[in-house]
């Protein structure tokens, strides 16, 4: 039973909005989203993160930003304006972070780890010894606030950005590092500075080919050589083991598992070509 | 003649164009403003009947003189243009074109030889072959497209690693044509494009007919399928747009993007490269070897240029000319290799890794896992080259042959006389000493040194295979089976250890080797005609001992050293020592029926021949009786795939296959046919190198000896792939060693055949007129014989002289004859007779000049031959400017340009000097050998190092044979009459000449 005091509280629907992209299970999937879940699941109020989840789920946020030492967020819920979500957390000074880009630079391991799209295990040490921490152990060390009029925090909205933000650090681990006031490209910057100063970048170079009027003498003719190619993977259904995972299903069959049968039939040769004459075309080079 | 092009447009498709060099050259429009029209551009009815398609035109941008565009260098004219005398530039010509859709372009860039190629459509034919390629091996990912209110399915290439430097080459390789479209010149957008066709196209192409990926659904169907099955269902149907919900195809297009962004992050400017180095010379001080695994960047577009590490942290910006951020790429690449092998880890823990230390242990690991592994996901990987040809631990046979050399009598070593033989370890080709086993047992390393070289042993094995030497250190087993052993993949036995060789002594070794030259000489029998050289000689006894053994054999000697005389000589000893074995049955092409008969009857006119073709030949009982009565049974493939059920009635004494190559696709009907004969030993004959085309060689060793290579699935995978796609060495000699007992190739150029060689082989190529052919011949013979009956004087004897040309014409081509401009096509047995040969003579690289009477038989052969065999073709004729000529006969001479020189007779015949062929055809006869004998010497003079082989055609049954025998007949008498040139068959009677024209039965095939 709804109760008259409170408006009713089915979000409106959304068209466009941003959706997690796990349907079902955990939302964030790597140790270090899952560290700031655990911080929002230790409060135990159970029933707003499920609501808040399945506000994820269905797209009712709108927007998210993350910057040094806030995430900023909008909701859509059943009022027509959607709610301004704000997560903050306290960011590191400038000093604080020229320490810990001396320690990171010294050990390319960090950098190459989070560039391959993973943090690095044993970051925390790196924190730890500066006296730093770079999860929050508890709420408490986060300020979290919405527009909303429900005056428990933290309420669905904020559970849903924070859901959202958890998927968004697994996908790229410096996220963590802007919030707590490095963002990407500044920190690189800063790291290829510490390893080897005073370097220029470039751009990139020029993909057209050359022009045509200085090809008159060869202009029917093939510019290069083609190498050979590589050797085939031992199953043809390497690319789709090798894909993500979708929550995508047909009558509770999963994608990857209805796309395999066309997979298995590439590898199978066409009966005329299975054992073709080698092709001969103008401009190779015999043998 | 024409010259197809083509090119890649972002909206059409293919588009393809050509040009036709029977056109004007000169555009009579002046205007430089617009384009004008193409002038020697097919216009698009023409183009039409060489390709269909969807008509339109195109505008190009092509190097071109004030008044018309330059020709491309496939195009071949007749009359030479005049040389430029200003520097070409670009100018835009209006072209018809057709389009085709990725699908129908995916069909169509594959090699043809009904119309000469430009290498833009070789350009586009190698984007398709890659699309192929990435689609065989599943490098696509399904993705979908929003468009307007529906939806599109596609297939898109996923790309990595070698596959990212291949497109690069893609790119760059384009010729400039290709791109000449005003506004589209991008070869990087171009190429993607058409890849991306090209690739959707072949997946679709590769999925089997209703194939439903969805699952199936009870109850009713719903008016609109939810977004993702109707997706489902346009990626493997012809039709790529569905239709869906709006919002559920938006929800669909969103939860597909990570698949878009795998496919996307996977192709960068540059990737990282590990190298493995072995330690140097110098141990370091604890007596303990230390590997090197070096990082290093490498260019996708340019493998050969690789970055050390070191180089990219002190970069000062010159890198960053092709990559941009290499530190961050060089970071990136490590992580995730990091990811992949995490024994890297140790190597990144300071601020600048370049490498790591790796010991003998460690190396071991990285080889066998983290190297294919590292490969797979797209890295590069440089290890020690010993490594890719390691030598592994095996086991090798040697067996010891009974009884020497002795061929003669071969019941005495039938196929199931046994032969003993011994097991022992080896290493890659040194067979182990017992020292060498004691002190690999000792070791605990997985890398050694032995014999100054790296190996890998692993101690589980070689316990395994000293266990098994132990067991059963020697067997025996016939002769047969040990071919057989010898021809067994690895992984089929169930040895403990692979055989790495097999190895005999005596005629055994000889076969195995492949070099029969101790195998003593077979006793011809008398009544055989001909004296064998000495490799006819040994080719003969390699027949019988294969025979004996009943094993196929595949004679593979060079043109012109006498195959048709070793295998009768083989036909001839069968006959003598066992004169009841069944008759022979011989295959062959249609053009050489005749050729078999002659020289079964000049060779061995011992053995009884039945040709068994055309119309008339016996069916039924008839045939069974005509089998029953001779000895060697000749038909063509043609006759023998439609009397199949008839002819696998038989038990066969031998089938053999003459030009084998007939056979060459498994699949074809024919491949099919032979395959039904039974027969006590099957032999092929051929004179192309079948050992490097391998679904050819499979298909004939499948006929020789079934199942010796396996099914052709398993050949695909075993051999065709890894050899022809990837390049790979070892399966390649596994394979030469598996046929090697089976293949006997001896080139003209051997030094142990050179000698044998006379300088100057003359071979007479009979071929048979098709039905169109004898029917004009005989046309032409009934009017002009009218005509020369009713004539006299001067009159007659232009009438004797217009009836031999036009018999010769119709010899030549009935298009000759007519003067229609019909199509080549099949129409002339002397044509496809002619394009046998050439076949044969540019597959082993040989170069050749074909003389002709008739300037109008070269025009007709010029422009076919260049399509046929994708090639340039030389012609010189009366007209040919004396500059033209010399510069001709230079790059002929030079080895470069066109291997086949078409010369008419008369402006070909003195005063060149054409040593670079070695073979000359006389592709009509002349009534005066003098005449043709001065031709032949254009090859056959001084700084001529080979021998000449000289191919004479004659039709049989037909005014060219009688021309022949007079030729022969006159010269064994004296080069008297014939020496004024035809006039003096004008002076013969009316009933000689009747009998001269006449077509005699045997001139027409089927």
């Not at chain 2, 689609?135 to 468009?147: A, D, F, K, L, Y």
């Not at chain 2, 997985?446 to 067991?471: H, K, N, S, T, Y």
């Not at chain 2, 196929?552 to 009841?580: H, I, N």
Request: a negative charge; one cysteine or more; aromatic letters at 6%.
């Amino acid at each position: 039973m709804t109760s008259p005091w409170y408006p009713p509280s089915r979000p409106r629907p959304v068209d466009n909005g941003l959706k997690a992209r796990r349907a079902r299970g955990a939302i964030a999937t790597t140790w270090w989203s899952q560290r700031f879940v655990e911080v929002l699941e230790d409060i135990g109020v159970g029933s707003r993160l499920q609501r808040g989840r399945r506000y994820a789920r269905q797209g009712q946020v709108l927007s998210l930003e993350v910057d040094a030492g806030s995430v900023t967020a909008r909701v859509q819920g059943s009022r027509a304006r959607p709610y301004r979500v704000r997560i903050g957390i306290s960011a590191f000074g400038k000093r604080e972070w020229a320490n810990l880009e001396q320690v990171l630079a010294a050990d390319a391991w960090y950098g190459a780890r989070l560039l391959a799209g993973e943090m690095p295990e044993d970051i925390e040490d790196v924190f730890a010894a500066g006296g730093l921490a770079l999860f929050p152990d508890s709420t408490s060390e986060l300020s979290m606030d919405c527009s909303c009029p429900d005056w428990e925090v933290p309420c669905k909205h904020i559970a849903a950005v924070f859901y959202l933000l958890a998927e968004a650090f697994d996908h790229d681990p410096f996220l963590i590092l802007a919030w707590r006031g490095r963002d990407r490209e500044v920190l690189l910057a800063n790291l290829q500075a510490a390893r080897s100063p005073g370097r220029p970048a470039a751009d990139q170079a020029d993909r057209a080919g050359p022009p045509l009027a200085d090809c008159l003498g060869s202009y029917f003719a093939v510019q290069a050589e083609i190498p050979s190619t590589r050797p085939a993977p031992a199953s043809p259904a390497a690319v789709l083991d090798a894909l993500t995972p979708l929550e995508i299903t047909v009558r509770g069959r999963p994608l990857t598992d209805l796309l395999r049968p066309a997979y298995q039939a590439l590898g199978v040769p066409v009966a005329t070509a299975a054992i073709a004459p080698t092709n001969r075309w103008p401009g190779d080079s015999p043998g | 003649m024409f010259v197809l092009h083509g090119f890649w447009c972002l909206r059409r498709g293919l588009c393809l164009w050509a040009e036709d060099s029977e056109r004007p050259v000169k555009s009579p429009s002046q205007a430089l403003r617009v384009a004008r029209p193409h002038p020697f551009a097919a216009p698009a009815e023409v183009l039409a009947e060489i390709q269909a398609g969807k008509p339109d035109a195109a505008v190009l941008q092509l190097p071109s003189l004030r008044t018309a565009p330059l020709d491309s260098p496939e195009l071949i004219r007749i009359n030479l243009r005049p040389p430029a005398r200003t520097a070409p530039a670009l100018l835009a010509w209006a072209v018809p074109i057709v389009t085709l859709d990725a699908a129908s372009a995916l069909v169509v860039l594959s090699p043809r030889d009904d119309v000469r190629c430009g290498a833009s459509l070789g350009h586009l034919g190698q984007v398709a072959a890659f699309a192929r390629d990435l689609v065989v091996r599943g490098r696509v990912v399904p993705v979908v497209e929003q468009i307007g209110h529906g939806g599109v399915a596609y297939w898109r290439p996923v790309l990595s690693g070698r596959d990212v430097m291949v497109v690069h080459a893609l790119i760059r390789s384009m010729p400039p044509v290709c791109r000449a479209v005003p506004g589209h010149d991008d070869p990087d957008e171009l190429t993607r494009a058409a890849l991306d066709a090209l690739v959707d196209a072949a997946v679709r192409e590769a999925l089997p007919p209703g194939l439903q990926l969805a699952p199936l659904r009870r109850g009713r169907r719903p008016g609109v399928l939810p977004a993702v099955e109707a997706w489902l269902g346009a990626l493997v149907g012809p039709e790529p747009r569905f239709d869906a919900d709006p919002g559920d195809l938006g929800a669909l297009v969103r939860a597909l993007e990570p698949w878009d962004e795998a496919r996307a992050t996977q192709s960068g400017p540059a990737r990282a490269l590990f190298r493995l180095t072995e330690p140097g010379t110098q141990a370091n001080e604890g007596g303990d070897t230390l590997w090197h695994l070096e990082f290093l960047l490498q260019a996708a577009d340019d493998p050969s240029l690789m970055v050390p590490a070191a180089q990219a942290w002190d970069d000062d910006g010159s890198l960053g000319r092709w990559l941009p951020r290499p530190q961050e790429l060089l970071l990136a690449e490590l992580g995730r290799a990091s990811l992949i092998y995490p024994e890297l880890t140790p190597g990144l823990r300071q601020a600048r890794p370049t490498g790591l230390a790796l010991d003998a242990e460690g190396v071991h690991q990285f080889l066998t896992v983290a190297a294919p592994a590292l490969d797979d996901a797209g890295f590069g990987v440089l290890v020690p080259s010993w490594w890719d040809r390691r030598r592994q631990l095996g086991l090798t046979v040697s067996a010891h042959t009974p009884v020497d050399g002795v061929v003669d009598r071969p019941s005495r070593f039938g196929r199931d006389q046994l032969v003993e033989f011994r097991w022992q370890l080896a290493v890659g080709d040194d067979t182990l000493t017992e020292e060498e086993i004691v002190a690999l047992s000792a070791t605990k390393a997985p890398l050694v040194r032995l014999r100054g070289q790296w190996v890998a042993i692993d101690p589980e094995q070689l316990r395994r295979g000293l266990a098994f030497l132990q067991r059963e250190p020697t067997g025996a087993i016939t002769a047969a089976e040990l071919l057989a052993l010898a021809a067994a993949h690895p992984d089929d036995l169930d040895t403990p250890l692979p055989v790495l060789e097999v190895q005999a002594d005596g005629w055994l070794g000889d076969l195995l080797s492949g070099s029969p030259l101790s195998l003593s000489p077979v006793t011809v029998p008398d009544g055989f005609e001909a004296t064998l050289r000495p490799y006819q000689q040994r080719g003969l006894s390699w027949l019988a001992l294969l025979s004996s053994l009943g094993r196929g054999a595949c004679l593979a000697d060079d043109m012109g050293l006498g195959k048709t005389v070793q295998l009768l000589a083989l036909e001839a000893v069968q006959r003598s020592d066992e004169p009841d074995a069944g008759p022979t049955l011989l295959l062959c092409p249609m053009s050489l029926v005749g050729n078999w008969q002659r020289e079964a009857a000049r060779f061995a006119p011992g053995l009884r021949v039945y040709a068994h073709h055309g119309p008339q030949r016996r069916r039924g009982a008839k045939l069974r009786k005509e089998i029953g009565r001779n000895d060697l049974v000749v038909t063509t493939y043609a006759t023998a795939t439609r009397d199949i059920d008839e002819l696998a009635e038989h038990e066969w004494r031998r089938v053999v296959l003459d030009e084998a190559q007939a056979i060459k696709n498994a699949l074809s009907r024919s491949a099919k046919a032979v395959g039904r004969l039974r027969a006590g030993q099957r032999v092929a004959l051929t004179g192309t190198p079948v050992e490097n085309r391998l679904a050819e060689l499979w298909s004939i060793m499948n006929f020789l000896n079934p199942g010796l290579l396996g099914s052709s699935e398993l050949f695909r995978t075993r051999y065709s792939i890894p050899v022809e796609r990837h390049g790979l060495t070892e399966p390649a000699q596994r394979l030469r060693a598996i046929t090697r007992p089976y293949v006997l190739r001896r080139m003209k150029t051997d030094p142990a055949i050179i000698d044998d060689l006379p300088e100057k082989i003359e071979i007479k190529q009979y071929c048979q007129l098709t039905v169109e052919q004898a029917s004009l011949y005989q046309s032409v013979v009934d009017d002009m014989m009218d005509r020369i009956e009713n004539t006299e004087g001067i009159e007659r004897r232009g009438n004797v002289l217009a009836a031999m040309t036009k018999l010769k014409q119709v010899c030549n081509h009935p298009a000759q004859l007519l003067h229609d401009r019909s199509p080549v096509g099949r129409r002339s047995g002397k044509v496809i007779r002619l394009e046998e040969i050439l076949e044969e003579i540019l597959a082993v690289g040989d170069r050749v000049l074909c003389f002709t009477q008739f300037t109008a038989f070269a025009e007709l052969l010029l422009p076919h031959l260049a399509a046929r065999f994708g090639t340039d073709v030389a012609y010189l004729h009366g007209g040919t400017p004396k500059t033209r000529r010399d510069e001709m006969v230079a790059r002929f001479q030079a080895g470069d340009g066109a291997s086949i020189f078409l010369l008419s007779l008369k402006a070909g015949g003195t005063g060149l000097n054409l040593t670079a062929a070695n073979h000359v055809i006389h592709l009509d006869r002349w009534w005066n050998p003098a005449v043709e004998n001065q031709a032949t010497d254009r090859a056959f003079r001084i700084g001529q190092t080979r021998s000449v082989q000289v191919h004479k055609f004659v039709c049989t049954g037909t005014l060219e044979e009688r021309i022949d025998d007079l030729i022969e007949d006159k010269r064994a008498l004296a080069d008297l009459v014939v020496a004024d040139g035809e006039g003096w068959l004008t002076e013969l009677s009316t009933s000689d000449l009747r009998d001269i024209f006449a077509l005699s039965q045997g001139a027409i095939g089927d």
